[in-house]
């Protein structure tokens, strides 16, 4: 059996320039969608960044049954593959497990967050697809912790660029057989920064999400977890120093839970412009549902979006993979998952879009919450 991975163009999405929003963009891939199959193996995309040329850098993990790799392939701004980018449009690391997050600096090197030996690993690429030799080792940091428990795997799971090009990634620690999230900062040569080290936790079960840094170099996290039976979303900020900001809900944390719900998920975590604080994710009471929250700078919630802060749409959204935040340029939200197909048992593309005001935008493709792009045909 074949295994393929897929790109779709987000152009129609956002801009309804060609077409009515909501519809893909023919004049990327095969009717808005690029299908491919490079080395007969399996694949898994988890990442992309859209570079300043109009070129699509993707980052994921490739496995051909012996060991997972990191790999990273070029599109052209059609969808075709340009090979001019490492190997005939792609690299793969020969050490590194997947990649799970890819950026961009401002001077076109790749930075790649992923996992060596169980521990987390950062990887740094020169803009035409080869390893950068003046970063860290040959390329790579590889973290190294004798102390961590025995069989824990601490991913690096998100990556930003401060302001002066520091490198902060965002993984996961195990104390006292405890899951905590752990935020660490590397120096631009790849060095580990030792002035950032924050291991924080809300529950005895954290799952940190993603990371943003304001403009200000202030540092954001948000997850979910669990204590018990009862799952709960959190938000933290953090000073750039590592210390806990007060200045946000007054001891830099906040969690929230939603009522009746037996199970929810954090997907994304998206900075207005403005501000203010977009965060994403799913749940299920009594149904399936997507949610969006909005906080302002301080920490509260955002009584101009949606009354409360607090919107949702009950659908069918699939749990196993996670989800994303973009916002156009008017100002309205996209909200990116999977949707769950019960009459063929896949789960499919689901895009939602938000007024700037936390309103469902039933113009959005004519439907009266989403859009639903099916793959598995």
Known sequence: NKNYFLVIAFLSFFTGIAQQAGQLDPAFGSDGIVRTNLWNAAFNVKSHVVLADGKTIVAG??????????????????????????????????????????????????????????????????ANGSLDAAFAFDGTYYNTNPNEFP???????????????????????????????????????????????????????????????????????????????????????????????????????????????????????????????????????????????RFNTNGTYDTTFSGDGFQSATVDVGFSRSGKIAMQSDGKIIQMDTYQNISTGYEDMLFVRYTPTGELDTTFNGSSWGVVLPFNN
């Open 151 to 293: 069989f824990s795997t601490h991913p690096v799971i998100d990556l930003e660029i401060q302001s002066d090009n520091k490198i902060v990634g965002l993984t996961t620690t195990k104390l006292n057989d405890l899951d905590y999230y752990r935020l660490f900062r590397l120096n631009l040569n790849g060095i580990l920064d030792n002035s950032l080290n924050v291991t924080d936790n809300f529950g005895s079960t954290d799952n940190p999400v993603a990371l943003s840094i304001q403009s200000d170099n202030k540092l954001i996290v948000n997850g979910y977890y669990y204590n018990g039976s009862s799952p709960s979303a959190f938000i933290a900020r953090y000073n750039t120093n590592g210390t806990a900001d007060s200045s946000f809900n007054s001891n830099g944390r906040r969690s929230f839970s939603i009522t009746n719900s037996t199970a929810i998920r954090a997907t994304d975590l998206y900075l207005q412009p403005n501000g203010k604080i977009l965060f994403s994710g799913k749940y299920y009471a009594n149904a399936n549902a997507l949610f969006m929250v």
């Open 61 to 126: 993990e490739i496995n051909n049954g012996t060991q997972p790799k990191g790999f990273l392939m070029r599109l052209l701004t059609n969808g075709e593959l340009d090979v001019t980018f490492g190997t005939d449009g792609k690299t793969v690391h020969p050490f590194l497990d997947g990649f799970n997050v890819v950026k961009v600096q401002t001077d076109g090197k790749l930075l790649v967050g992923s996992m060596y030996n169980n521990d987390f690993a950062v990887a740094r690429y020169l």
